[in-house]
């Protein structure tokens, strides 16, 4: 199967109403893992990767790392691979370019891509972020691009959440014309405003499933993927340390 094949068979997973699940992993092995339990495919979390080998999340982690880590991944596992890139490692088109096509040389055939900014405050503005995604789009015609926005995780106060819909679906639109592949909102655990905004928007949607959050809400609030972020990494090094306390 060729790239452009595989990326398209990777899109084809993203199926509204129906989730595709993907348990975020952080190196070969714990991509074999779930591979071994019967996932679809793959996806990285950038907080997870970076924790894995000592760095704090926010692309404190050199990019040659990662993308060494992301080559282990996609020689060991046939499954698809998507990359949590967080902001591209890079600022200037042109950069930002040349750093995902790094990218889709390791073999993954997708990335998130997020409209904070990285070492900064805030979100770049919807143009600013609709010409990044389009630098990234340059590198490859087929891999899937899941555009992120922070508007969610940046509000903490969850009453709020409402009146950043309009926002978002803004984003999305914007996000889609410039070619992104998905629209991913994580922060957001609302399934009225979920469900909202997976009716309004061109693009299938991505959740990061928290707290009570279920696979079963989800779909029926016509989700297209979830995920998980760094919990499953929490949950595994929570469960190490337990195992060694016990040994006591």
Same mark, same amino acid.
């Given at each position: ?17 129906t ?63 998507t ?5 591209g ?14 990218l ?6 997708g ?66 014309? /410039?070619? #992104?592949?998905?629209?991913? @909102?994580?922060? =957001?655990?609302?399934?009225? %405003?979920? !469900?909202?905004?997976? &009716? /309004?928007? #061109?693009?299938?949607?991505? @959740?990061?499933? =928290?707290?009570?959050?279920? %696979?079963? !809400?989800?779909?029926? &609030?016509?989700? #297209? ?17 337990? &195992?060694?306390? #016990?040994?006591?």
């Open positions: 199967m060729t790239y452009s094949e595989r990326a398209r068979a990777f899109a084809a997973l993203h199926n509204p109403g989730p595709l699940v993907l348990y975020n992993i952080w190196d070969a092995g714990s991509a074999t893992a779930i591979a071994k339990a019967g996932a679809q495919a793959l996806a990285t979390g950038s907080w997870s990767v970076a924790a894995a080998q000592g760095y704090g999340d926010g692309e404190d982690i050199p990019l040659d790392l990662l993308l060494q880590i992301v080559t282990r991944i996609t020689a060991t596992c046939d499954l698809p691979l990359v949590d890139f967080e902001g490692f890079a600022q200037a088109a042109e950069s930002l370019t040349q750093n995902a096509r790094k889709v040389d390791t073999g993954a055939v990335v998130n891509f997020e409209d904070q900014i990285i070492g900064g405050t805030g979100l770049y503005s919807v143009a600013e972020q609709a010409g990044r995604i389009a630098a990234m789009r340059a590198a490859n015609a087929d891999y899937f691009i899941n555009a992120r926005t922070d508007l969610f995780l940046k509000e903490t106060d969850t009453e709020k959440h409402a009146g950043l819909v309009d926002q978002a679906l803004e984003r999305a639109e914007a996000y889609a014309k /410039a070619g #992104a592949s998905g629209f991913f @909102v994580p922060g =957001l655990t609302d399934a009225t %405003l979920i !469900a909202g905004i997976t &009716a /309004a928007a #061109a693009l299938p949607v991505n @959740v990061m499933m =928290l707290g009570g959050m279920s %696979l079963s !809400a989800m779909a029926q &609030a016509g989700v #297209a993927r979830a995920s998980y972020g760094p919990g499953p990494y929490a949950k595994a090094m929570k469960q190490l340390g337990e &195992a060694f306390a #016990a040994l006591a």
